[in-house]
Every structure is written in structure tokens, then in C-alpha cells.
């Protein structure tokens, strides 16, 4: 078949190789991603692929297959050619596009929905697709749930790309390895222009103060680099645990969007902080308080969403040390009355900001009581 060239074909690749995803390893937030559009699709097969000069790879596949087919046999190749907009075949044994392709005329490939993968430039790198092995039509629901299921593949190119470039210390915390506040707050930034949902996780280690008071600053540097590695171990590849100064934590987990789920890791995350630390012999006690806020479940505000996590964790301090607080309604509520205020008397004095929520800003924490 005919190799398909966009007309920005050299820009496009240079795009794709500036993410640098290519023959990288298997990744748990795409094969969500590409699970969840089969089931929304219903559809045996879904698969998040993206198109280099010679191939098509798949990045991730609902199920188990090569990892790769030359560029002119996939449907894909023509995803690309309308970044605009997605392709939709109910019948790929009558549309002259197809027809003699070897996955229809010899496969079972019957219909097909492919939506492009474009970066914030433009560029499409390849597709969300869904293939189904009966002909039929796909509703407009599926394809703009699809659509935004694309949009959250995209973002999490975007996390990743930019957690790749994250290095040195202005982008990462000395002592742990860990992303910090500014990565932490970009990543926020990000999904939530993206409108991708995801959960917020702040997280204060009980009993650190205590230690590193009565065992010395190395122990206390012991058990937050032990904090930072069980938070690595405790998330999914493409989420994000962060460290935001001092004994303070943050998760973030992109794409979960049901409470129950949410509150499920952050008990992981809380037990395994429960377990000593040791140290030169010794073992450390900590613990950790964790306080959980949904995008957009909680609050539609990206910007405000980690804040009302550290509402939740506050809340759940007060009740009982080693808990887990839930982002409420009235949390949300004290929070916009609070920023409302401060905006207001900003406005009112002309000064600088009170608040700097800016992207990549490291304020100190806001608490309004």
C-alpha cells in the first residue's frame, strides 16, 4: 500500500522524537487508557500507537500482540492525515481505503475508530483507536469520550516528556530524588488545562520533628529518603509523588477519578509509611497523615485542588494523627470564601499578591480556618 505523508511529515517526527517514547517500556496509565476506550467502545481491541518514518508502535494494546506493523498496512497512518478530527469507519470491507488491506481482506478487521494523538503544537503522533471485528456505526458519545480519552494520552505524553527533562536542582529535590513543589504544581497546571482528571495526595509524615530532635538530622534524612521510595513503589508508572519541602509529600494520581479507588492507594501509601525506618541499628517509628481532593470531582478548579487536599489533611490531623481525610463540600465552600476575600482586599490595597499560585510558585502552604 501507499506510504501516507502528512505535508509537515519532518516537523511531525521531530515532534515525536522530542518525547522520546519510542520502544520505551510498558507503562500502566496508557494500558488504562487504552483498556478503558475498548470498554467504552465496546471493542475487542484498543490500542494507543504511535507512527514513526517506517512503523506503527503501539505504546499499549488492550490485548497481547506484536509491537509493531509497517506504517502503510495501519489504519492509523490515515488518523494522522486529519489531526482535526477522528476517523470513523463503520465498514472497512466497502470503504476503497481499505478494502485490500491484509488485516481486512485476509483479517477480521471490520470497523474502525481512530482518534489523532496532537500535541499542544499541533502535531499528531499517532492515535487512540479502537478496532472491532463486526461492522457498525459508533455513536457520538463514544466518540467524543474517546476524544477526550486522547486528550488525557496526550497529557500524560506531556507528564512524562516533562518529568524526563526534570533534572537538576531546580527541578528536583536534592535529597530524595523526588520531583518537587515546582514539577508538582506544573504537573497540576497541566491536567488540569487538559480537563484530565486526577487525584491530589498531600501527605505529612508524623513523627519526623520528634526524630530528627532526638536521633539527629541524619535520621531524619533516613526516613524521608525511605518515604520517597515507598511512595515510587506505592504509584502507578505516569503518576507523580513529589516532595514539596520539610516533611511534606504530594501524590498525584492522573486518571482517577472514583473516591473509593483513590482512598484505596492512599491506604497503601499510608501503610507503608506506617513501617519503621531503620537506621544504624535502629528502628525509626513514623507514620504519615494523608489528606485526598478529586479533579474535577472535588473542586473545578485545577489551581485549588491541592489546597483542598491539604484542607482534608488537616482535618484528618486534628481528628486523629495517621489518618486519611476526604476532600467535603464544606472544605470546598471555606476554601473559595477564603480566596474570595483575599482577592478582594488585594484589590482593595492594590499590593502585591498575598497568594502566588502561579505555575512553578512555592508559596508556603495556605490554611484557611
Known sequence: MTKLIPANELDRLAALASYDILDSTNEAVFNDLANLAARVAGTGFAAVTLLDAERTWFKAASVDGPASMPREDSFCAHTIMTPERPLVVGDLTVDERFSSNRLVSEGDCRAYLGVPLVDAEGYALGSLCVIDDKTRSFDQTTVDTLTTLARAVVTNFELRRALTKANGAARTDALTGLPNRRIAMQAIDTMSRADTPFTAIAIDLDLFKETNDS????AGDAVLRAAA????????????A??????EFAVLLVGITDPAVAYVIAQR???SLHVPVEFRGKQLRTGATLGLALFPHDVAQGDQVFRLADEALIRAKQSK???IGLAAREDAAKLAAGIAIMRAFEASVHGPDIIDSSVGAEPSRVRVT
Open 242 to 247: 513529589a516532595r514539596l519541602g520539610g516533611d
Open 269 to 271: 501509601i499510608c501503610e
Open 321 to 323: 494523627r495517621g489518618s
Open 215 to 218: 536521633q539527629g538530622h541524619d
Open 229 to 240: 521510595e515507598r511512595l515510587k513503589l506505592a504509584i502507578r508508572h505516569g503518576d507523580i
